[in-house]
Every structure is written in structure tokens, then in C-alpha cells.
């Protein structure tokens, strides 16, 4: 099962077309991630894992503090990219010796400092 879980892995992968029109949505979304909504979800999850995997995670992690912090803590994925992009920032900045020694480990609100997001009617 690995074997074909790693050749999986190894191909490129191919958006669908509703993912295509999501991708084109957080494009403009990453420009200005403070105008995103609840309806921003799906676009923002797909491309942080664009992101992610592709190694952009100063890029997701800017881009996280700069969302609504209830959208990031409203949706599970939104808030597993952006702890891991922290924690990833972290471990990297400990490697260099850069990081404060037992400080907390961040949290998806934490990473989220913006206002709450406000219903739309």
C-alpha cells in the first residue's frame, strides 16, 4: 500500500474545473485576504495546500495572519495549514537557533490575529 500511496504522491496532480475556478478565486483572494468570506473556504483550503506543497509556507503563513481569524478557526483545514505553516517557521527558526526556547506552541488563533468576520447579509 505505500508503494502506490508514494507513486500517487510522485504525479503531478491535475485540478478539476471546479477547483480551477476555486484556484482563480484565491489567486485574487491572496491580494487581499482581508476581504475573504465564509464562501472563501473551499478556495482558500485548496490553495493553501497548493502552497503547502509546493513549499510556500512564509506565503501561507503571511497570508493566514492577514485572513478574518473566525474563518481560519471556523473550517479544520484552514486552521491545520495555518498551525502547521507556525510550526513549521518555528522548527525552522530553532534549527537556526533563532526561536525562544519553551514558548508556546502557536495555535490557528494565534496565527489569526484580524477581527472576527462579520455576517453577511
Same mark, same amino acid.
Given at each position: 500500500?505505500?508503494?502506490?500511496?508514494?507513486?500517487?504522491?510522485?504525479?503531478?496532480?491535475?485540478?478539476?474545473?471546479?477547483?480551477?475556478?476555486?484556484?482563480?478565486?484565491?489567486?485574487?483572494?491572496?491580494?487581499?485576504?482581508?476581504?475573504?468570506?465564509?464562501?472563501?473556504?473551499?478556495?482558500?483550503?485548496?490553495?493553501?495546500?497548493?502552497?503547502?506543497?509546493?513549499?510556500?509556507?512564509?506565503?501561507?503563513?503571511?497570508? &493566514?495572519?492577514? =485572513?478574518? %481569524? $473566525?474563518?481560519?478557526?471556523?473550517? @479544520? *483545514? /484552514? #486552521? &491545520?495549514?495555518? =498551525?502547521? %505553516? $507556525?510550526?513549521?517557521?518555528?522548527? @525552522? *527558526? /530553532? #534549527?537556526?537557533?533563532?526561536?525562544?526556547?519553551?514558548?508556546?506552541?502557536?495555535?490557528?488563533?494565534?496565527?489569526?490575529?484580524?477581527?472576527?468576520?462579520?455576517?453577511?447579509?
Amino acid at each position: 500500500m505505500s508503494a502506490l500511496r508514494a507513486l500517487c504522491l510522485a504525479l503531478p496532480h491535475v485540478p478539476t474545473p471546479a477547483e480551477s475556478r476555486r484556484l482563480e478565486r484565491f489567486r485574487a483572494l491572496a491580494a487581499a485576504p482581508e476581504s475573504a468570506t465564509l464562501d472563501d473556504r473551499d478556495a482558500i483550503a485548496d490553495g493553501w495546500r497548493d502552497w503547502w506543497r509546493a513549499g510556500r509556507v512564509d506565503a501561507l503563513l503571511a497570508m &493566514a495572519a492577514r =485572513v478574518p %481569524a $473566525s474563518l481560519v478557526e471556523g473550517d @479544520r *483545514r /484552514l #486552521a &491545520a495549514y495555518a =498551525v502547521a %505553516a $507556525s510550526e513549521h517557521g518555528r522548527a @525552522r *527558526r /530553532l #534549527a537556526q537557533g533563532d526561536a525562544v526556547v519553551g514558548a508556546d506552541p502557536p495555535t490557528a488563533e494565534s496565527v489569526s490575529q484580524n477581527p472576527p468576520l462579520e455576517a453577511r447579509p
